[in-house]
């Protein structure tokens, strides 16, 4: 510590409260830590708050909402501490006190440190950097990100965007379903393949590919096209389903095997310049057959194949599905109950009202969701 700095300390430390180990360890004040993340990694007080004092101004008021909280504040040794009580001070909080001597002090006392247990390594805090800064995300949330599984329907044009920033976020299992091989054709849209892929699988290009963007993240590639003998065992022990299926025969079985697991299900879905986005929860909210009773008559609804598909629309889609995805692991509100609809030609969006129908098949009154059949939906979809 320079001079100058130690009596800028001691000059503000004049007008700060302080207190000693002793008493601050019978305080029923509020602990607030203000070092910084790979500090706390090392031990904390118990039931400290982490805010380090760098972002005090934007996360206090969400942390301690209550100026007139009694708090006791404490960094390393007790310098950045009186700062940070100054700054609460001027926030407007009034009962606050700086630990003399900081965490130091405290360990020399013998007194109890929490150290944090699953905690991130030096290179996940150095990659998940600015996740960690965010108060909805946080060292909690990563960890719950590391630990999510997500399932993949599709690594198409929605399955390549979702799955590349669902593994830049640190997902820790991405499941991905996907019978097809990478063809020249998709790679106007379908991002997370490439040119000298072309004729492989397209689960095992995506692997490729998230092998590379981030080694913390496991891939479990399938490559087979869900049906209603093997879909209900695939999809199990998933916390989200992402369905960027092509077609109605999947999106229908999706839904049916989510309500039957339990699992939310990020839908989305791409045509020309418009995409379509909701997330069916479960629990009271709509269901993909809420939405969509029946499939349209064969031959009404082309496919992107034949219709075409602006390349741009299913990175947008695949994007929101994404942090919907990430959103639903961290247990932040979604877009559940909602049906937004994006127009790339005239950039607007749209957002629609959506509702449990109590008549649905698959959802409605009286159904039961535990043991609900699941039918061939390729037949149903034809018509037969």
Same mark, same amino acid.
């Given at each position: 510590?320079?001079?100058?700095?130690?009596?800028?300390?001691?000059?503000?430390?004049?007008?700060?409260?302080?207190?000693?180990?002793? #008493?601050?360890?019978?305080?029923?004040?509020? =602990?607030?830590?203000?070092?910084?993340?790979?500090?706390?990694?090392?031990?904390?007080?118990?039931?400290?708050?982490?805010?380090?004092?760098?972002?005090?101004?934007?996360?206090?008021?969400?942390?301690?909402?209550?100026?007139?909280?009694?708090?006791?504040?404490?960094?390393?040794?007790?310098?950045?501490?009186?700062?940070?009580? =100054?700054?609460?001070?001027?926030? @407007?909080?009034?009962?606050?006190?700086?630990?003399?001597?900081?965490?130091?002090?405290?360990?020399?006392?013998?007194?109890?440190?929490?150290?944090?247990?699953?905690?991130?390594?030096?290179?996940?805090?150095? $990659?998940?950097?600015?996740?960690?800064?965010?108060?909805?995300?946080? #060292?909690?949330?990563?960890?719950?990100?590391?630990?999510?599984?997500?399932?993949?329907?599709?690594?198409?044009?929605?399955?390549?965007?979702?799955?590349?920033?669902?593994?830049?976020?640190?997902?820790?299992?991405?499941?991905?379903?996907?019978?097809?091989? %990478?063809? +020249?054709?998709?790679?106007?849209?379908?991002?997370?393949?490439?040119?000298?892929?072309?004729?492989?699988?397209?689960?095992?290009?995506?692997?490729?590919?998230?092998?590379?963007?981030?080694?913390?993240?496991?891939?479990?590639?399938?490559?087979?096209?869900?049906?209603?003998?093997?879909?209900?065992?695939?999809?199990?022990?998933?916390?989200?389903?992402?369905? @960027?299926?092509?077609?109605?025969?999947?999106?229908?079985?999706?839904?049916?095997?989510?309500?039957?697991?339990?699992?939310?299900?990020?839908?989305?879905?791409?045509?020309?310049?418009?995409?379509?986005?909701?997330?069916?929860?479960?629990?009271?909210?709509?269901?993909?057959?809420?939405?969509?009773?029946? /499939? /349209?008559?064969?031959?009404?609804? /082309?496919?992107?194949?034949?219709?075409? %598909?602006?390349?741009?629309?299913?990175?947008?889609?695949?994007?929101?599905?994404?942090? #919907?995805?990430?959103?639903?692991?961290?247990?932040?509100?979604?877009?559940?109950?909602?049906?937004?609809?994006?127009?790339?030609? =005239?950039?607007?969006?749209?957002?629609?009202?959506? $509702?449990?129908?109590?008549?649905?098949?698959?959802?409605?009154?009286? +159904?039961? $969701?535990?043991?609900? /059949?699941?039918?061939?939906? $390729?037949?149903?979809?034809? @018509?037969?």
């Amino acid at each position: 510590m320079t001079s100058s700095f130690a009596d800028h300390v001691a000059q503000i430390r004049a007008g700060v409260r302080e207190i000693a180990v002793a #008493e601050a360890a019978s305080s029923t004040a509020i =602990r607030l830590d203000v070092r910084e993340p790979d500090e706390t990694a090392a031990g904390h007080l118990v039931d400290a708050q982490l805010v380090p004092r760098g972002f005090l101004e934007q996360r206090i008021q969400a942390a301690v909402p209550d100026p007139a909280t009694p708090l006791v504040v404490y960094c390393a040794s007790g310098n950045r501490s009186v700062l940070a009580a =100054r700054t609460l001070a001027e926030l @407007g909080y009034t009962d606050v006190r700086s630990l003399a001597g900081g965490i130091a002090a405290w360990r020399a006392a013998g007194l109890p440190v929490a150290t944090p247990t699953g905690g991130l390594t030096v290179a996940q805090r150095a $990659r998940y950097a600015r996740h960690l800064m965010l108060p909805e995300v946080g #060292e909690a949330g990563q960890r719950k990100l590391l630990a999510a599984r997500i399932a993949l329907i599709g690594a198409g044009g929605l399955g390549s965007p979702a799955a590349l920033y669902l593994a830049a976020a640190g997902v820790g299992r991405l499941s991905i379903f996907d019978d097809d091989v %990478v063809d +020249v054709s998709n790679l106007q849209r379908q991002v997370i393949h490439t040119s000298e892929r072309v004729g492989q699988p397209k689960v095992d290009s995506a692997a490729r590919t998230i092998a590379a963007l981030n080694p913390d993240v496991a891939v479990a590639a399938h490559r087979t096209r869900l049906s209603s003998t093997d879909a209900l065992t695939a999809l199990a022990g998933h916390d989200v389903i992402v369905d @960027g299926s092509d077609n109605f025969a999947t999106r229908y079985l999706v839904n049916d095997v989510a309500l039957r697991l339990g699992i939310p299900v990020v839908h989305a879905s791409v045509w020309r310049f418009e995409g379509q986005l909701s997330v069916f929860g479960g629990a009271g909210q709509p269901c993909y057959r809420c939405l969509y009773p029946e /499939p /349209p008559p064969p031959g009404t609804s /082309p496919s992107c194949a034949d219709a075409g %598909v602006l390349g741009v629309l299913p990175g947008v889609m695949g994007v929101l599905q994404a942090t #919907e995805a990430l959103k639903l692991v961290l247990g932040l509100p979604t877009v559940a109950g909602r049906l937004l609809v994006y127009d790339a030609l =005239r950039t607007k969006v749209r957002e629609l009202a959506l $509702r449990a129908d109590p008549h649905c098949p698959t959802c409605g009154d009286g +159904v039961e $969701r535990a043991t609900l /059949p699941l039918i061939d939906y $390729r037949a149903f979809c034809r @018509g037969t």
